[in-house]
């Protein structure tokens, strides 16, 4: 069975520091994973996934994940973080083949100016 | 490409009323779409499998008969929230896979509050 668990559900950086959100998954077989934005009162918009290419994986908005499987991570990172960058991140995970998304619980990312 | 849209964005209704939710892929065929529910504490929850032309998978815990999912075509699937209580107030996102098998493209959700 999969899960995902999603370290800090607040997190807050300041404008143009570093943001790093943490996802630990857990999967029976090779996972698909993903991360997701929210922003208020919208749906789900996907900003990366790693299906079994490359482990760095580059998404959009300037993010980027690094799937390790030693550790059963996949941490969200960007060098710099604006201020649109404020709202919720989903990280999911599917099994190879699978349909269905599990997902964590969600981290809510604050920019301070 | 690979486009969802769900509809209504928001919707209020009375107690003991039903809530018809529709979730359209505009641009591909969903045979299988999903539909999640997300908790005050945020997390989102698979509720249930919608499958054209057959019935739904429910997910452990989730009443078939107050969520009723109904997938008739290929492009359509409707979740109506039968008798409605203020607990069943929450985000609703239904969520299709992208043909090509690069991921999930979901609808923009709908916020249900029962009075």
């Known amino acids: 069975a999969q899960s995902v668990t999603q370290l800090g559900s607040h997190v807050s950086v300041s404008e143009g520091a570093l943001v790093l959100l943490r996802c630990n998954y857990s999967s029976s077989v090779p996972p698909y994973l993903f991360w997701y934005v929210q922003y208020p009162n919208q749906g789900l918009q996907l900003l990366l996934k790693?299906?079994?290419?490359?482990?760095l994986v580059k998404g959009i908005n300037g993010f980027e994940a690094e799937f390790k499987k030693s550790e059963t991570s996949f941490h969200l990172t960007k060098p710099s973080a604006h201020m649109s960058d404020a709202a919720e991140y989903f990280c999911?995970?599917?099994?190879?083949?699978?349909?269905?998304?599990?997902f964590g619980t969600g981290t809510r990312l604050t920019v301070i100016p | 490409g690979a486009v969802v849209s769900q509809h209504p964005s928001r919707v209020i209704c009375k107690s003991g009323t039903s809530v018809k939710i529709e979730c359209r892929s505009l641009d591909f065929q969903a045979t299988t779409m999903f539909w999640y529910r997300q908790f005050p504490k945020k997390s989102l929850m698979l509720m249930a499998t919608s499958n054209e032309g057959s019935k739904a998978t429910y997910e452990q815990g989730v009443e078939k008969d107050k969520f009723l999912i109904n997938h008739a075509s290929l492009t359509l699937s409707t979740l109506t929230v039968t008798s409605a209580h203020p607990e069943d107030s929450s985000f609703y996102i239904c969520s299709a896979q992208i043909p090509t098998g690069s991921g999930y493209t979901f609808g923009s959700g709908t916020r249900l509050t029962v009075v």
């Open positions: 790693y299906t079994s290419a490359a482990t």
């Open positions: 999911a995970v599917s099994e190879t083949g699978a349909n269905n998304l599990f």
